[in-house]
């Protein structure tokens, strides 16, 4: 006669609590999908430059945390890392600037490089890639050095971004063993010269690669744009994040039709971009201290994306500046979120209505209520003298903002700002300055504060504010 199975040997009572076990574990733990670009619900947040922590010093509560902070639910889909700012520095290697999480001046260099040491943020990386995540360099930034020589030049940059960040090997690793998911290129000035060879190098290493590998963009809203335009044109990008802010066409000008442009670039994505998937993001501020102009409440936005979603179909999410802001304006990347999967709940969003020191083009209907965004660093004390006049303007520094009709002096003369301006040279390439003639009168002190500004007519480098301990 057969024993009951509770009385069976060990063994076997061993492997029937094994399955049991396994089972629950399995019904218990929710399977991590895996990401998929594809889709028109992906939300991108960039990561490292504590943008929240430049604008708030006195409240680090809310400063940037540890990138795996940032994955404990499936808000974010990807996280590009900002940024990788320095093409060519010592050893002609690349350097990267992670603000109060991990600089040059805080953590330390691989000897004879510029490269810090980010190994310990190695885990904090896979943890969001083991959530369904994917985690990107950024390369460029505002002030970042990012140019080539000639096409032979970008061509070695590629095997070097290949074996410091992907799936190479390098005794010069950043992040240690964590293996990147692919690249971001946020060029906010000089010239495209071996973008393309760099790109298409780039892309051949990863198609013998042993997992997806990805390239995005980040250019502004103007089409096309002025420092990878001709790039996104010759090479198959995978998404382009367009910032939709501290520009005309920005979301707060979303319903002039003469404006907001989403139109153009779904028509550049399919005929024009050599992948005909390519998927466009809206680009959008997280909060009203993270551009100059653009953002809007989250209910806006909320009515953009779906009215975006149901037009075009090369939609493919919302990108945000940044995650330090998403998080200290009420988890304003949840609402977003929200809106592209039609879920609800998550953080309440509060946003506050503000002067703009800019005058909108157009009044916007009141179908969409918008927020003006005031300046987070400005001037002190800016006169408008009469033209030619310089009694007391303050010369042009690089380390403050200024916005439309801010006035500095420069080289003897006197300069009026167009629009929201960070580190632009009066008579500078990015033409923000109107040179109003030779000053009349001595110029003044200045009167400027030296606070690092937060808002991104581009995307910033912040310096190291504090480092913390993962």
Excluded at 26 to 33: L, N
Excluded at 124 to 150: H, P, R, W
Excluded at 184 to 198: C, K, L, P, V
Excluded at 431 to 460: H, I, K, N, R
């Amino acid at each position: 006669m057969s024993r009951p199975a509770f009385f069976a040997p060990l063994s076997a009572r061993t492997h029937l609590l094994v399955q049991f076990l396994t089972i629950g574990l399995m019904r218990s733990v929710p399977m991590v999908g895996a990401f998929n670009m594809s889709v028109n619900t992906n939300l991108a947040v960039y990561w490292g430059q504590n943008s929240y922590g430049a604008t708030n010093p006195s409240n680090t509560a809310n400063w940037q945390q540890p990138i795996s902070y940032y994955c404990q639910d499936d808000t974010v889909d990807i996280f590009p890392m900002a940024f990788l700012d320095e093409f060519n520095t010592t050893g002609g290697l690349p350097s990267v600037n992670l603000a109060n999480t991990c600089s040059t001046s805080s953590n330390g260099v691989f000897p004879g490089t510029q490269l810090p040491n980010c190994t310990f943020l190695a885990s904090n990386i896979e943890t969001c890639q083991n959530a369904g995540k994917i985690v990107t360099i950024s390369l460029g930034g505002a002030t970042g050095s990012a140019s080539f020589a000639d096409d032979s030049e970008g061509e070695a940059f590629a095997q070097i971004i290949w074996d410091l960040f992907l799936g190479g090997t390098s005794s010069t690793r950043p992040f240690g063993d964590a293996v990147l998911d692919g690249i971001d290129m946020d060029i906010e000035g000089g010239s495209q010269t071996g973008f393309t060879a760099f790109l298409t190098t780039l892309r051949q290493l990863m198609n013998g690669g042993s997992k997806p590998y990805y390239i995005t963009a980040a250019p502004q809203c103007p089409y096309p744009d002025a420092y990878i335009g001709n790039t996104i044109n010759a090479v198959p990008f995978d998404a382009v994040f367009v910032q939709f802010y501290n520009n005309y066409c920005g979301l707060n000008n979303y319903n002039n039709p003469n404006d907001w442009n989403f139109a153009t670039w779904d028509n550049w994505a399919k005929t024009v971009s050599p992948n005909p998937n390519v998927k466009v993001f809206i680009g959008a501020p997280a909060s009203s201290s993270a551009a100059g102009s653009g953002y809007v409440a989250a209910s806006t936005i909320a009515t953009i994306i779906q009215q975006t979603m149901s037009q075009y179909t090369s939609f493919g999410g919302v990108m945000l500046w940044d995650m330090s802001q998403a998080y200290a304006n009420s988890r304003y990347d949840i609402s977003v979120k929200n809106a592209l999967t039609g879920g609800s709940g998550g953080g309440t969003v509060t946003t506050t209505a503000a002067t703009s020191t800019t005058p909108a083009k157009t009044t916007v209907p009141a179908t969409l209520t918008t927020t003006s965004v005031p300046p987070t660093t400005t001037a002190t004390a800016t006169t408008t003298p009469a033209s030619g006049s310089c009694a007391g303007v303050s010369a042009w520094q690089s380390d403050v903002a200024y916005v439309g009709g801010n006035q500095v002096t420069y080289n003897g003369n006197l300069w009026t700002a167009q629009w929201w301006t960070y580190n632009d040279l009066p008579g500078g390439p990015a033409g923000v300055w109107v040179d109003e003639g030779a000053c009349t009168t001595s110029f003044a002190t200045p009167q400027f504060g030296g606070q690092w500004d937060a808002a991104q007519a581009t995307f910033g480098i912040f310096p190291a504010i504090a480092t913390e301990t993962p």
